[in-house]
């Protein structure tokens, strides 16, 4: 089945432990991107790649990092989570040159 | 900024009713507009897309209306169902594959 993962699904920490939020596609895609999602704001761009070991910053990259040494994986670290950044996450991908984005189950991150 | 802007927040609507949801968009560059729907606990999921080139989009009970003079589109959902009861999202999309999403309708359907 064509899908894209991300683990955990929830995850409680506290403020400056440093967390990593995995994400895989199964479906060969070259572009994967991180959205979070806050009541209000609708869904904003963290990062995105292009493709293996390319990276660039979204709307709101502060306080994020993303790496893609794989073509299948695209993990977000948070090297010191805060508050304001408690959020609902979400991983995506698509085929270059086609526009629909399939998204991943989604992360619910509670930092205190 | 907020380059998608997507009205109304949230949406009653009666079973067997129209569902309607607007949005307007500033950039002109981008050529392809989706729209997402979210049930409880999932990731969003493409619904239904337009291109600019054409002003309407049906498939099923959804349809998308575009005016690409007014820079405006919107979606209508016929014979609404309760089972359609989740949040929308309009957004828009160029070249460089970069989704702007609109803020979001809450869509309940009483049966």
Known sequence: EAQVTQNPRYLITVTGKKLTVTCSQNMNHEYMSWYRQDPGLGLRQIYYSMNVEVTDKGD????YKVSRKEKRNFPLILESPSPNQTSLYFCASSDRGRYEQYFGPGTRLTVT | QQQ????PQSLIVQKGGISIINCAYENTAFDYFPWYQQFPGKGPALLIAIRPDVSEKKEGRFT????K????????????QPGDSATYFCAAIGATN??????GTLLAVQP
């Open chain 2, 69 to 80: 003079s007014a820079k405006q589109f919107s979606l209508h959902i016929m014979d609404s």
């Open chain 2, 64 to 67: 998308i209306s575009f005016n």
């Open chain 2, 98 to 103: 970069k989704l702007i999403f609109g803020t």
């Open chain 2, 4 to 7: 998608v802007k997507q009205s």
């Open chain 1, 60 to 63: 709101v990259p502060e306080g």
